[in-house]
Every structure is written in C-alpha cells, then in structure tokens.
C-alpha cells in the first residue's frame, strides 16, 4: 500500500505497530522474513517510495514523526544500519515510541573515504565489493547476495547519498554527555562478523543506553536479519513479548 505524507507517498507491507526501517541504498524487500511480524517501509527517495529532498538523517527522522502520526501508531521501531541511525535521531527529536531495535548500526556511522570515491567514480565495480563486505564470509546464500546488490545497482542515484548522509552522522558526545536518554526498553542487535558496522559500535550503544540489552548473532555479518532470519526473528519475538 501507499501512505500519502504531506504529498509524498511511502510504500508499507505489513500490518501492526511494529515498523521497520532498512538501510542505506537499499529498501524494505531486505526485510523479506520479517513481514510477518511487523510493517516494513521504502523510505523516500527509495524502493517504491516518492521524493522527498533531505540534507541529514535527522530529515528522515523527521518525515517519520510525521509517517507515524499519520497512521496513529505508538510504535515499536526497528532500524537497520543507517535506518537504526534514523530511529536514533527520531528519538532525540521527541518521536513516539515504545520500543527500539538497533539492527547493526552505531551512535556514528563512519564511512571510509575509499568507499565514498568508489561509489562516486567506479560504482557498479564498488557495489560488486559492498556486496560482498556486508555478509559474513562463509556466507553462502548466492541468491540473496545477488538481490541486495540489485537493489544497490538500482539505486544508484541515493547510495552515494545515503553514504555521505552516514558519514556525517554522530550522536556520540549526546550518548557521552547523557542527553541521549531512554525511557523505553532497547535491543541491540548485530553480528559478530560485521565489518561494516562492528561489534564494538553495538557494545558502545550498550554502554551508554541503560534500558538496553544486546544480542549477538554468530557467524552473521551486516544483514542478519538475512544472513540468520530465524535466529533473528526468535530474539526480536521474545523482546516484543517483553515490550507488551
């Protein structure tokens, strides 16, 4: 379905008030195994979603401010890399929630410059690498490797955006200095073989939020809720039976 914002339509599957959010030059179709237990979302500018111009992440958490009071929700939110970014700045902005899920992602999202002039001067052969860095590397799943890099490949025009919008988010001195503060229960989740945003990013995020508890998923890499979707979905389950 299409969920009309202020004149900008954003494409939802799913049901209930538990929202996902993916990440950076992707779309909702990563959270293919997840449908069944909360909504997913194309963000503008992605997927199925209209246009919509940002300059920060905190933009996108603001649209969603507005998304959510659309449809009523006191919501459960799940973000995914930069979508965990989102769901940070959409906290600190005072957005409704109930619950967070910070799948992969960190108080800062640093990118390596490389990275960046990959994707800005060589893209498909930087895509066919980032394609590879995001999964563990003994995962095998061939058909799910070729459909994140699809969807990167199809996104050209937002990748390097979402890139650069990452690398110049950082709530790390909030976190230190406890403007950052949680009154809702927090989980954390991510892979042990992640390069892109690692462990040491969820421990961080541990430390700083009192009312969280972080869950490693082995031999996972950025996308676990890919790579391990039934091992992934058994720890969101429990903590939503905790959440209420």
């Known amino acids: 379905m299409i969920i009309d914002v202020n004149g900008v339509g954003v494409y939802a599957d799913g049901s209930g008030d538990f929202l996902f959010i993916h990440g950076a ?7 293919e ?7 997913v979302i194309d963000l503008p500018n992605h997927g199925r979603s209209g246009k919509l111009d940002v300059k920060s992440l905190g933009d996108y958490a603001e649209f969603l401010i507005e998304l959510i009071s659309e449809l009523g929700l006191n919501p459960v939110i799940a973000g995914h890399s930069m979508g965990g970014a ?7 902005r005072g957005g409704k929630a109930r619950g967070l899920v910070l799948i992969s992602t960190g108080a800062k999202l640093p990118v390596n410059p490389k990275l960046i002039e990959g994707l800005r001067n060589n893209f498909e052969e930087m895509v ?4 590879e860095w995001i999964f563990a590397k ?14 990167l490949l199809q996104s050209r025009n937002v990748v390097l955006d979402d890139f650069m919008l990452c690398n110049s988010f950082n709530l790390e001195d909030k976190y230190i200095s406890g403007e950052m503060d949680f009154e809702i229960p927090v989980l954390i989740v991510c892979g042990n073989a992640d390069v892109m945003t690692p462990l040491a990013f969820s421990e961080f995020l541990r430390d700083h939020i009192r009312t969280s508890r972080l869950a490693v998923i082995h031999g996972s890499g950025h996308m676990p809720m890919v790579e391990k979707p039934s091992e992934f979905n058994k720890i969101v389950m429990e903590y939503l039976r905790n959440v209420g």
């Not at 989102?86 to 600190?92: F, G, K, N, R, V």
């Not at 066919?128 to 394609?131: A, D, I, M, V, Y």
């Open 25 to 31: 030059g992707m779309s909702s179709d990563v959270f």
């Open 33 to 39: 195994r997840q449908k069944n237990i909360g909504m």
């Open 128 to 131: 066919e690498k980032l394609g």
């Open 86 to 92: 989102i769901a940070q700045e959409y906290i600190l």
């Open 138 to 151: 003994d995962f095998e799943g061939i058909r799910l490797k070729q459909k994140i890099k699809s969807m």
